[in-house]
């Protein structure tokens, strides 16, 4: 009994209403005529796509630099690899791994920039970070105009100039790691075998470091500082080192969430998305100062899965198109009550 | 605030003033909705339906001295109004005489009919509530907020639609 | 040595406000606008804008930050428009009877009851705070008002029966604070009612600042714990504090939307935040310190760039969206170099105290370290 009342005051009500709430959907799905196996083959790919965003929230979380509503910078990254890969019109496997090669030198050094910006501004990172990435995306908007991009997929046709706000990356990289070893049972299910082992395969990658000497590093500065102090770790490296990682993981974020979506989104796409990656962490149980690879796991599952079934579901019962408001409502809410609780540890 | 110990007189005097100020508040929004209550009152010169009064050739129809309506038979003019009370002078063209009166209009409708034959025939009420038939909407209006800053992650795959190869 | 400190001094506490001085400065020949028509802009622009900037003080003062949940207020006066012209109130008693229906003190009271819960970040949670009220405002406006809430126009609900529809038409209240008491002063016309509105909320500023609540404000912003020792109720004056920001602000969207005079229901709130935060820095303050000259200033500086880039990026590129771009990135860029900037200062500022270099005070670190972005203004 007290384990119980143990495991929902440290869950928290918020997430429990909104398992039960994902599972009623689901329960109610089949009296609506939403298709089950459709849903649950959406739930997954939409999984996949924003996994990597997910995960890319632990180490910043871990090393006390709150969570990274400056993610753009990664995304912004991963733009840029993806962009050149394709204006140097490398195919298939080269594609997808240009891509991720040719992001992740921008994304370290983006990374480390941003790393230097927040250790001189510890204690306002959030607000910061939520700024500078705003900022950058706007610098970029900018670019993405008068870069001299020259495929002709690529810019806009009357002008022939500027980056077009979507591009196709259909016969480039597209479902490259969704095709994978793909299961498909019946017309509706898809399985996106090699996307979830890429997926899992970076969650184990980060699973192992956080157990390396630099990884309990890391989580020593951000929940005991002051023992980090004592035994001398360099709080400010560690930081920066979570910092780059988190860049590099939403520069290879994004590039998995293309090759799944079919198009290079640009422009102010990617001003949103952090909040998704911060919502689901937190829906999965993460607080402030503390996540793990079952709270990835589980809120990116409950958040993609409450965004795949509330359109499908509510929409259909109520006839109405309210499941927006229930996703800003459930995903913002779910942030400040994050925001709000009393953190156990603090700095 | 709560360990300030009040004395008891301050307390009742604390009160009163309080709620003095939220009657006041009160008072203000109620003054606020009288006053600004916007009406459009149609002055209408037309032979009634019923053939009870026939329209006048020719009269000047002012509402709270503003430039007076030329009207004409069979015209009909319409003017915006704010407050419940209003002053609405008629003259007759043909032989200048002028009629007074003050309407007092009701809170739960926007637009008055108000007959000028009517009136100056003395028939009460010579105000009426206009019902506007079915206006035309325009079709294929947005809903919602689409702004996709104020809704993370609202990429909604259906929506984007798919770039010319 | 203590000259060139000074300086320096200067330069940091001043920095967003010559660099953006440059820009705007550098940007004006080249979008070849007249100094006439950016002038008579300007009037427009800060009757519409100052005083949602102003809401943004009280806060500051407290200590609690930008409020970045003004927007819940600007939410408010959005509800409050919405119901003015439902019951077909027109004019400056329309804006007036918008203006004391009083959404925004309970909006009001729910942001400081979740910032005092989230105190050390209260601008990230105010921020997020906006983004959930906005969603429980489009639950309101868009699902129940005319399903739940009667409304009684027809012609503001959306065809379907339910909902305000996406643009409301404020032809009655249109400019009617503004065209109250309109001057001509030569070529300019100047709205004479909307300035006085907002002079009486710079005197009340700094009356406010004078009373007891006023002062208790002060404390809580110097230093939270040692207010609390002197007795000050600190969850109470910061919960005030926000009530009353939540109030102006929902009284500047009111006159904001009254020049526009056309209201997108589920938008006109996004920006809100962004403009007033931006608009408040680029005058020269920071998050611990703002004056009332800081907020004109800003409203001035921010907005002569907002007109004239659109054109300078047409002019320089041949192109107004890289303007657009620009002007979102340089309001953004400030924020973020303010707020950089700002913690950086206080940042080393606890580290002098912390060393002994600054003074021989016996004050507190934390309360030194907050009172060294006050006290240099001075």
């Known amino acids: ?347 | 605030m709560s360990t300030e110990i009040i004395d008891p007189k301050v307390a009742t005097r604390r009160l009163f003033v309080r709620s003095g100020l939220v009657a006041v508040y009160f008072l203000l929004l109620v003054v606020t909705f009288l006053l600004g209550k916007g009406y459009t009152l149609l002055i209408d010169n037309k032979d009634a339906a019923d053939g009870s009064v026939v329209a006048i050739d020719g009269v000047l129809v002012s509402v709270d001295g503003a430039e007076a309506l030329e009207l004409y038979s069979g015209d009909r003019d319409a003017t915006q109004l704010k407050g419940q009370r209003h002053r609405v002078i008629v003259e007759l063209i043909s032989d200048g005489k002028k009629i007074e009166k003050s309407i007092h209009l009701p809170l739960d409708t926007d637009m008055l009919l108000l007959s000028v034959p009517k009136l100056v025939a003395g028939i009460e009420p010579f105000v009426e509530v206009f019902v506007l038939r079915d206006q035309p909407r325009p079709a294929g209006e947005e809903v919602g907020n689409t702004n996709a800053f104020t809704s993370p992650d609202s990429e909604a795959l259906e929506t984007v639609e798919p770039p010319v190869p | 040595m203590s000259g060139t400190k000074s300086l320096g001094r200067f330069l940091t506490e001043y920095a967003v406000v010559i660099i953006f001085l440059l820009i705007t400065v550098a940007a004006i020949p080249s979008s070849g606008l007249s100094i006439q028509y950016i002038v008579q802009e300007m009037i427009t622009r800060l009757g519409r804008n100052t005083f949602l900037v102003l809401a943004l003080l009280l806060p500051i003062y407290a200590g609690m930050g930008l409020n970045f949940g003004m927007t819940l207020g600007a939410m408010s006066g959005q509800i409050g428009l919405i119901l003015a012209i439902n019951f077909n109130i027109g004019g400056v008693e329309g804006l007036a009877f918008a203006a004391l229906l009083g959404t925004a003190v309970f909006m009001g009271w729910i942001c400081g009851v979740v910032l005092n819960k989230a105190k050390g970040r209260e601008m990230v949670t105010g921020y997020m705070l906006a983004f959930f009220i906005n969603g429980i405002y489009q639950l309101i406006v868009l699902y129940m008002m005319g399903f739940v809430f009667p409304i009684r126009s027809s012609a503001i609900l959306l065809s379907r029966g339910y909902g305000i529809r996406n643009t409301l038409n404020l032809e009655i209240v249109r400019q009617s604070l503004d065209n109250f008491l309109m001057l001509r002063l030569g070529e300019y016309t100047v709205p004479v009612a909307t300035f006085l509105v907002i002079a009486v909320l710079c005197v009340f500023v700094v009356w406010f600042k004078k009373t007891k609540l006023g002062q208790d404000m002060r404390a809580v912003g110097h230093d939270m714990s040692v207010a609390d020792s002197a007795g000050v109720p600190v969850d109470r004056t910061r919960i005030i504090a926000i009530i009353i920001s939540t109030v102006l602000a929902s009284y500047g969207q009111i006159i904001f939307l009254q020049n526009m005079g056309n209201m997108a229901t589920y938008n006109a709130h996004d920006q809100t935040s962004f403009f007033a935060v931006a608009a408040i820095l680029v005058g020269g303050a920071s998050v611990k310190k703002a004056t009332i000259p800081n907020v004109l200033i800003g409203v001035i500086l921010l907005h002569v760039l907002f007109v004239v880039t659109p054109r300078a990026g047409q002019n320089l590129f041949g192109s107004a969206m890289i303007g657009e771009y620009f002007r979102q990135f340089i309001g953004y860029g400030v924020i973020a170099f303010s707020l950089v900037l700002y913690a950086w200062r206080a940042r080393k500022d606890a580290a002098w105290s912390r060393e002994g270099l600054r003074g021989s005070s016996s004050g507190a670190v934390p309360a030194a370290a907050a009172a060294g972005g006050e006290g240099s203004a001075k």
């Open chain 1, 1 to 347: 009994m007290r384990s119980a009342k143990q495991f929902v005051t440290d869950f928290g009500w918020p997430r429990i209403i909104i398992f039960i709430f994902l599972v009623l959907l689901f329960v109610a799905a089949p009296f609506f005529r939403v298709r089950i196996d459709a849903s649950i083959s959406d739930v997954l790919n939409r999984f996949g796509q924003n996994g990597l965003f997910v995960l890319a929230m632990v180490p910043m979380i871990q090393a006390g630099c709150g969570l990274n509503f400056g993610l753009s910078l990664g995304i912004i990254a991963g733009l840029i690899g993806s962009t050149l890969s394709v204006q140097f019109g490398l195919l298939g496997v080269f594609g997808f791994f240009g891509a991720v090669g040719l992001s992740v030198p921008f994304a370290v050094f983006f990374g480390w920039l941003y790393g230097l910006l927040l250790n001189k501004v510890k204690g306002e990172e959030m607000t910061i970070a939520m700024y500078v990435g705003f900022a950058s995306v706007m610098f970029m908007c900018i670019m993405w105009l008068i870069l001299p991009f020259n495929g002709p997929t690529m810019i806009w046709g009357y002008a022939g100039k500027g980056l077009r706000t979507t591009i196709t990356i259909e016969g480039f990289y597209r479902h490259f790691l969704n095709d994978f070893l793909a299961v498909r049972i019946g017309d509706s299910f898809v399985f996106p075998t090699g996307m979830l082992l890429f997926v899992g395969f970076c969650a184990f990658l980060m699973w192992l470091f956080l157990r390396t000497k630099t990884g309990t590093a890391m989580t020593a500065v951000g929940s005991n500082p002051d023992y980090a102090r004592a035994s001398g770790i360099s709080a400010d490296k560690m930081r920066t080192i979570s910092v780059i990682i988190s860049t590099v993981l939403g520069a290879a974020g994004i590039i998995v969430y293309q090759q799944s979506y079919g198009f290079i989104q640009l422009y102010t796409a990617p001003l949103a998305m952090p909040f998704a990656a911060v919502a689901a962490i937190l829906i999965g149980g993460a607080s402030v100062n503390k996540a793990s690879m079952v709270n990835v796991l589980v809120g990116a599952f409950l958040f993609q899965g409450l965004l795949t079934m509330t359109p499908s579901v509510i929409n259909s019962a109520l006839q109405t198109d309210i499941s927006e408001v229930v996703r800003i409502i459930v995903s913002n809410g779910i942030i400040i009550y994050a925001l709000t609780r009393k953190t156990k540890v603090t700095k």
